[in-house]
């Protein structure tokens, strides 16, 4: 479903990624854990070419690509593999909850807008929101945006669904709302690949969990193996001084 092979990226004379192998087949969940500055978001992004890779190779869902040798109708074909969930919502805030899902349908699938509009409120109402479709973004709490912006991933059909840190920027009350929805989401059967900090919670629902620091895959393996029994040293340090703060549990 989703392969990163030998993927580098390059910031001027700082190599931020080097060399991340990484395989999620169809219906897993893969967690992205690892200390901030480790290259996480870099590699996700990196996934459907909101960064352009300096090499390497990406393919999702039978659409391959090789970072030195692609072109703009490929990156538009690998694109639309894949929907992402961002640390801060990134909504249009003189949109309603319901036009922020329905513009990309519209667009991008060409639907027509009464078919928009009801696949929007199907989605909204998978997230708890269908009473809020005609809310504006500043009229919604933090939690709430954020499950517009899982509508809104949903409803574009994805092959895979990537997810940023995406209770970063949420008040600690209602993280765990958020991530009720995620584990429903994965309990369907969702592809999903997640860069998140909350330990416990890629523990439950992971079936791979990568362990990245200074842009290597330090570990990988089952939920267990990494984050209860790691092997390496560097993933033990980082566990100890994470179980030293407060996590969230649902």
Known sequence: MLTVSNLHKYY???HV????????????????VGPSGSGKTTLLRCMNYLEKPSSGQLSINKVDIDAKH????????????????????????????LENITEGLMIAKKMPKSEAEEVA?????????????????NELSGGQQQRVGIARAMAMNPAVLLFDEPTSALDPEIVG?????????????MTMVIVTHEIEFARSV??????????????????ADVLVHPSHER??????????EPDFII
Not at 17 to 32: T, Y
Request: hydrophobic share 35%.
């Open 177 to 189: 709302d958020i991530l009720a929805i995620i584990k429903d989401i994965a309990k369907q059967g």
């Open 70 to 97: 692609v072109s703009k109708k490929q990156i538009h074909t690998l694109r639309q593999q894949s929907s992402m969930v961002f640390q801060q919502y990134n909504l249009f805030k003189n949109k309603t909850a």
């Open 17 to 32: 990624l080097k060399g991340i192998d990484i395989e999620v087949k169809q219906g897993e969940v893969l967690s992205i």
């Open 12 to 14: 001027g004379d700082t």
């Open 235 to 244: 993933t033990k340090r980082f566990l100890k001084r994470i179980h030293q």
């Open 206 to 223: 992971s079936d791979q969990v990568v362990f990245m620091d200074q842009g290597e895959v330090v570990e990988k393996g089952k939920p």
């Open 121 to 137: 409120e199907s989605f909204l109402k998978q997230v708890g929101l269908s009473e809020r479709k005609q809310a504006y973004p």
